[in-house]
């Protein structure tokens, strides 16, 4: 009967995916109002769009330096305790500003240092989470799973910024304060977790940090499918990232208000929702492989209308056009990456495949700033979709790709091996 039943009602029915669920949406939600003040903050302390800048890279730098270890924690100790142990961190940092900001103390020193540190709570928590939903979903149920992470993170992007952006005129430590409190959510929701979420018993001595880094990387590195992959997001994340800066900064620079400047990001998020939303039912109906290829190539269609229009509706139509589909490929190639992983190498795999196609990201502005600068408008928009056209070949040229079957089928041959239970 439960088998029969929709996956989406199973997972609502999931307690321990809708507690870690529930307490990551809120979470979400205030790290996205935190990354939106940041730089207005640090901005107002100084008055250097150099040093507003600087306060967003640091957090995404702390993100990215610890993901490789954050990895081998999660394969070694209780992702719960790992989890909580972030979300607490998250509730000190944050609190630690909305103090200073209530005793007029809020100096640009500890705003860089929070936000260098938050990073760091962020990338410790998202390998132990991965591993996490592994544990408490089953493999019948994955895809959907993630597809409502997705969905969560573009709640998270659609609301986070207004959101952050009018407690942050009525006081500036009040945001912070706000994200202290969605921190302590997921810190609670996290004690309420009943799957054990312990690594995998290890006989023997352990090996030292830096061998279960390599072991993680040669897994991923010896697998062609998840080569492939690897090559494919970092120079997506790359040129794509940078393709919408362009479109952004000819917006800015066109002196478009910054009314529809938001609502070009409210579009993106409202997009992914509804992306989010369909993606299971898209998933179980195609090949996961060539849903993969048709998502890589779904940045080509709106170059057109991009180079030859700077408009606010224009550049919306196109970036919710392709967050439309994104969910989709996500959730059902990182679902089957996921499922045919081992369980004791999951957190070590996903941190090094997060580090490589993050790594690159950082550059994104300075890609889309000189080709602006050097190739004007329509031309940078153009050259960055050659580009993408040439990254989608990547995953259209892999055998290994092209051959994942429909979710269906392949849920049926890595079941024997690398089923888990769900707790219902």
Not at 139 to 161: F, I, M, P
Not at 252 to 271: F, K, N, Q, W, Y
Not at 284 to 309: K, N, Y
């Amino acid at each position: 009967m439960v088998r029969n039943m929709p996956s989406y009602r199973r997972l609502a029915r999931n307690h321990d995916f809708t507690v870690l669920w529930v307490g990551q949406t809120v979470s979400s939600l205030g790290s996205r109002m935190s990354l939106f003040v940041f730089p207005l903050l640090a901005y107002a302390l100084t008055g250097s769009a150099v040093v507003a800048a600087v306060a967003e890279a640091l957090h995404l730098l702390g993100v990215v330096c610890v993901l490789l270890p954050a990895g081998v924690l999660a394969d070694r100790v209780d992702r719960r305790r790992l989890m909580r142990l972030a979300s607490g961190s998250g509730v000190l940092l944050h609190a630690s500003l909305a103090v200073a900001g209530l005793t007029d103390h809020l100096v640009l020193a500890h705003l860089l240092v929070v936000a260098l540190l938050t990073g760091v709570c962020a990338g410790l928590f998202a390998p132990a989470e991965t591993s996490a939903v592994r544990a408490v979903v089953a493999t019948d149920d994955l895809t959907t799973a993630l597809s409502q992470n997705q969905a969560r993170e573009h709640v998270a992007a659609l609301l986070g910024a207004p959101l952050g952006g009018a407690l942050y005129a009525v006081t500036r430590w009040l945001p912070f304060a706000a994200d202290a409190v969605t921190y302590a959510v997921s810190w609670v929701l996290l004690g309420r977790i009943r799957t054990d979420l312990s690594p995998m018993p290890h006989e023997g001595r352990r090996a030292r940090v830096r061998d279960d880094l390599a072991t993680g990387a040669r897994f991923v590195l010896g697998q062609p499918l998840f080569r492939t992959l690897l090559t494919w997001s970092a120079l997506t994340n790359l040129l794509a990232n940078a393709l919408f800066f362009v479109a952004v900064l000819r917006l800015i620079s066109a002196d478009v208000d910054p009314v529809h400047l938001g609502l070009v990001e409210t579009a993106a998020g409202a997009a992914g929702i509804a992306g989010a939303v369909v993606a299971p039912w898209v998933i179980e109906r195609f090949a996961t492989g060539w849903l993969t290829i048709v998502i890589a190539w779904s940045f080509l269609p709106v170059l057109v209308p991009l180079a030859l229009w700077s408009d606010p509706a224009v550049v919306a139509v196109a970036l919710g056009s392709v967050m439309l589909l994104n969910p989709a490929g996500n959730a059902g190639i990182g679902a089957y990456r996921i499922a045919v992983t081992p369980p004791d190498l999951l957190g070590r795999s996903q941190s090094f495949m997060s580090f490589a196609s993050m790594s690159a990201m950082p550059l994104a502005p300075v890609l889309a700033g000189t080709a602006l600068t050097v190739l004007g408008g329509a031309g940078a928009v153009l050259a960055l979709g050659a580009l993408l056209g040439v990254a989608a070949l990547v995953p259209t040229l892999s055998r290994t790709v092209r051959s994942v079957p429909r979710p269906e089928v392949w849920r049926a041959e890595v079941a024997p091996a690398a089923s888990a239970p769900a707790t219902v």
